[in-house]
């Protein structure tokens, strides 16, 4: 089995925190290791680190180094940029064809998710090899313990065992009416962005349905024939359609499968997400560091300092050298905004 961790983002919405330089998930967010250590470490109780590979951007190949020391170097997949994930899983399935035979499975996965039960996803791992072998696509449905707005979900249909579904329809992000109607139904799960498939069946899926993606990988192997893989490929890589895998493939694949699972799992994709998976104290409130409050609830603060709150609630505030945010605990996810205002004004801040 390989494992291809995509690790190419910036995290937007962790702003000030995660900036171009340092994107979320070479940070030490969830604990004293970085969030991309903590994925290959949960990887090695089940595959060798010569077969794990990180797929991600030319600007971050020196950070995933330094973060993960004992990968080769030959293990670092470069994208010249960023395409979104139906271009970066396709780019290094061509890669991994000219070390490993196109039936071998693969685990594809966020470097940056938290995953509390680490025992389940290694079991996982193992139930989901067998029906890849059989030539199904395998995502991962995450049993909703709310009606979330920020999931997509995957709507599970035929039974095949106890905890494994035919794929009826994969859903994007609900509003919160429909997000009810999903959990009252029983047969929702969030979609946990894992997928699990052997390289000749998601290069099929490719050729069936994204042909425009496999024009563009046979010019970048002509080119690795012809100039080695260290070839500069992105003129001909810009040339990728931006489409998701769950949008480019995975919606209008036929052999699909759902492996419904409970990991203590949380795409952690912003500060509200973050204070959600937090230890709280008394208050409701997430401070890690000295603080003295009053009358102050549920908020969220990082920073350095010795933290003081009054009287308020539901706050999110981050502190960082440069930067200051304090946004509405329910709002926290508008950051992206902010960091887009920021680039229009060349700020150096992102």
């Known amino acids: 089995m390989i494992a291809l961790i995509m690790a190419g983002g ?28 903590l994925t290959v470490d949960r990887l090695l109780a089940k595959i060798k680190i010569e077969d794990i590979y990180v797929v991600t951007a030319a600007s971050q190949v020196e950070l995933t180094s330094k973060a993960l020391p004992e990968l080769p170097a030959e293990n670092i997949i470069i994208e010249p940029f960023g395409r979104n994930t139906a271009p970066c899983i396709a780019l290094s399935c061509l890669y991994l064809l000219k070390k490993y035979d196109k039936n071998e499975t693969m685990i594809v996965l966020p470097a940056d998710h938290l995953i509390e039960k680490e025992e389940v996803f ?10 890849a072998l059989k030539g199904d696509l395998v995502t991962f449905g995450i049993e909703p313990r709310y009606p979330a707005t920020g999931y997509g979900y995957i709507e599970a249909g035929k039974k095949i065992t106890s905890e494994v579904y035919e794929v009826v329809k994969f859903k994007e992000k609900p509003d919160l009416a429909t ?6 139904a029983g047969n929702f799960f969030w979609n946990s ?15 069936k349905y994204l042909p425009e993606i496999i024009a563009v990988l046979a010019s970048i192997s002509v080119k690795w024939d012809s100039l080695g ?6 003129e001909i890589y810009a040339k990728m359609p931006r489409l998701p895998i769950d949008i480019g493939v995975m919606e209008k694949a036929e052999k699909r499968t759902v492996l419904k699972v409970d990991l203590g799992w949380s795409d952690v994709g912003s500060w509200k997400a973050l204070y959600e998976i ?16 009053i009358d102050s609830l549920n908020n969220y603060v990082h920073s350095s300092k010795s933290i003081t709150l009054i009287g308020v609630e539901n706050l999110v505030v981050v502190d960082t050298e ?10 926290a996810e508008e950051v992206k905004e902010i960091v887009e205002q920021l680039k229009k004004e060349n700020s150096k801040l992102v």
Do not use: C
């Open 229 to 234: 893989i260290e070839a500069d490929i992105s």
């Open 278 to 293: 937090s230890e709280k104290d008394d208050a409701g409130n997430v401070i890690r560091n000295h603080h003295v409050t």
């Open 10 to 37: 910036v995290g937007t919405r962790f702003w000030p925190l995660s900036r171009e330089s340092r994107p979320k998930q070479f940070l030490n967010i969830l604990a004293d290791k970085s969030m991309i250590r």
């Open 193 to 207: 962005g894992m997928f699990m498939w052997k390289l000749s069946t998601i290069l099929q899926a490719f050729e």
């Open 122 to 131: 290694l079991a996982m791992l193992t139930s989901a090899n067998d029906y």
């Open 322 to 331: 440069d930067a200051l945010l304090i946004a509405s605990r329910e709002r």
């Open 179 to 184: 997000a009810e109607k999903f959990l009252e």
